[in-house]
């Protein structure tokens, strides 16, 4: 066969992903939280009745009511079937929500905003544990496959299945309901909403495992995200927009993180102009409306460290100072090897190498197994003159990493250490 | 113009499991198809049949015995059809050959429409 047509999942725009994640919420905000796997495999079904007859009947005009019907009428059909009761407790108002949604306009948008933040509240439950919440949330809210987790989290399909099963069990026995939780409640219940988004972003963002396209989705999805939570009056604080900000200003840097070869690119390498400009925008935005009340949180500090980094005109005219005092007082709060190697990078450009490698050495033990501590640990060595040292290092980081473009990386760095000609 | 015919045999297989982005990808990929069509004025029509709930009709004498099927559970029904305008086969083959339904596990047959008329 010549002349194919291509394949267009590059160009698609993830429409079927948000409506899924869209019905999931309604329906189950309709029917309720424990009717989730009735309602999921109803959503699925009007997927599929859609695949099968777009293409000869043509895309219907008003594509979401077409899928929402369907799988509401899938869904009472199919408690109907189980329970033997004929009539089906339905939210009043789900007539007006799903079918007339073009007279209401701007309102359906408000009623499908609560419907996915209540449904965000639910899979972000305190009661099942900060990865449970990321797996649930982005295949029931987000619209992600099993597949495309385990995808993203390097995991096999298998565990991804029963982690989301056993979580959604756990939160039926808990009696969880959809719904935003009380004054009383929210404060924890944010919190552990933001816990999960964290985890989602940096499993898309961190360089380490994972399909490169999914990871960039599952970024954004927690900006979709955490900015439902910050648009919300309810919902919203100066934590949430400090961690809105964080993403935006992260995510900004994103495409220059490798170059056009998908070759790694360190921070000093990069074409700052390239930078998504808008992201910038929406990070500082959210990054002042997080200058308010009297706490400072540990996403304030993160997002702090992300904006000195993403505003300064030049790699030499970063504010290294500013950096290290956020970073010291994360430390202080709590510490972890991690970020304290990161700390000691932003040392290293403060009082030069000797100071950062020393202090290095010391977290050789907890970082045994962190191939970034390798690389940094071998571009110090290398400053220092000892390529022995630094080559064996790039060998150990290259045995640690599991990632190609990073393996591609270290490989260049050790061109670079090791003369051709010796 | 003669018209052909595009017999759509799709072999039953467990779709269940593709995810939203697979199935959006999908029905992009045949509305592509059908728009090229459209563009060129190829395209004439086509209809979409039910995969489960058919009859077959057989004919003895002046009595008839009517069979339920297809079944689900058979392994090749007929999904559905179109109807293309072509000048002759070479021309009705070169355009279903992209026509997404042979990537995803059926087969075509292709049958010229017999003209009515004078």
């Not at chain 1, 959809?178 to 972003?201: C, G, H, N, Q, W």
């Not at chain 1, 500082?284 to 702090?304: I, K, W």
């Not at chain 2, 003669?2 to 992009?28: F, K, R, W």
């Amino acid at each position: 066969m010549t002349d194919r047509v291509p394949v267009l999942s590059e160009t698609i725009d993830h429409l079927f992903r948000h409506h899924s994640g869209q019905m999931v919420a309604s329906l189950c905000r309709s029917f309720g939280f424990d009717k989730i796997d009735t309602v999921e495999d109803a959503v699925q079904d009007s997927l599929i009745a859609a695949m099968k007859t777009w293409p000869f009947s043509g895309v219907p005009v008003d594509q979401f009511a077409w899928l929402m019907r369907t799988a509401k009428n899938r869904c009472i059909d199919s408690l109907r079937r189980s329970s033997k009761s004929t009539s089906i407790d339905v939210d009043e108002n789900f007539e007006l929500r799903s079918e007339n949604n073009e007279l209401i306009g701007a309102s359906f948008a408000s009623e499908i905003d609560e419907d996915q933040l209540q449904m965000i509240f639910a899979c972000c439950h305190p009661a099942i544990s900060p990865d449970s919440r990321v797996a649930l949330t982005l295949k029931t809210v987000g619209g992600f496959s099993v597949g495309e987790i385990a995808h993203a989290f390097l995991a096999k399909e298998d565990s991804i299945a029963k982690l989301i099963t056993r979580a959604k069990s756990k939160l039926r026995d808990s009696g969880v309901r959809m719904e935003i939780p009380t004054p009383v409640e929210l404060p924890d219940r944010v919190d552990s909403v933001l816990k999960a988004l964290y985890l989602m972003f940096n499993e898309g963002y961190g360089a380490s495992t994972g399909e490169a396209l999914t990871r960039k989705d599952l970024v954004f999805e927690a900006i979709r995200l955490i900015s439902l939570l910050a648009k919300h009056p309810v919902t919203t604080s100066p934590k949430v927009d400090a961690l809105a900000a964080l993403f935006c200003f992260q995510a900004a840097r994103m495409p220059q993180r490798s170059d056009h070869n998908g070759e790694l690119l360190i921070l000093a390498e990069q074409d700052r102009d390239a930078w998504d400009k808008r992201l910038i925008a929406r990070g500082l935005h959210h990054f002042r409306l997080s200058a308010s009340g009297d706490h400072m949180s540990d996403y304030h500090l993160e997002a702090e460290i992300a904006a000195i980094y993403t505003l300064a005109a030049a790699y030499f005219s970063t504010d290294w100072r500013r950096i290290l005092t956020c970073y010291d007082e994360l430390q202080l709060r709590q510490f972890s090897p991690v970020r304290e190697l990161n700390r000691l990078i932003v040392l290293g450009e403060l009082e030069g190498t000797e100071a950062a490698y020393k202090r290095l050495l010391d977290l050789g033990k907890e970082l045994s197994n962190y191939s970034l501590f390798f690389i940094t640990k071998a571009h110090y060595e290398n400053l220092r003159g000892e390529s022995v040292l630094a080559v064996a290092s790039l060998a150990r980081a290259f045995e640690l990493s599991d990632n190609d473009s990073v393996k591609r990386f270290i490989t260049k760095k050790l061109a670079e250490i090791t003369p051709q000609h010796p | 113009m003669p018209n052909y015919m595009l017999l759509l045999h799709e072999q039953t297989s467990d779709v269940s499991q593709l995810s939203p982005e697979d199935i959006e990808a999908v029905i992009a990929e045949y509305m592509a198809w059908s728009a090229k069509l459209a563009a060129q004025g190829k395209i004439r029509g086509g209809e979409k049949l039910r995969d489960e709930g058919g009859r077959h009709l057989h004919g003895f004498g002046d009595k008839f015995r009517v069979t339920d099927g297809p079944f689900v559970e058979a392994k090749e029904v007929i999904g559905g059809y179109f109807t293309i305008e072509a000048e002759n086969y070479d021309e009705a083959v070169r355009l279903s050959s992209d026509c997404p339904h042979l990537k995803y596990g059926g087969w075509v047959e292709l049958r010229e429409v017999e003209p009515t008329g004078e």
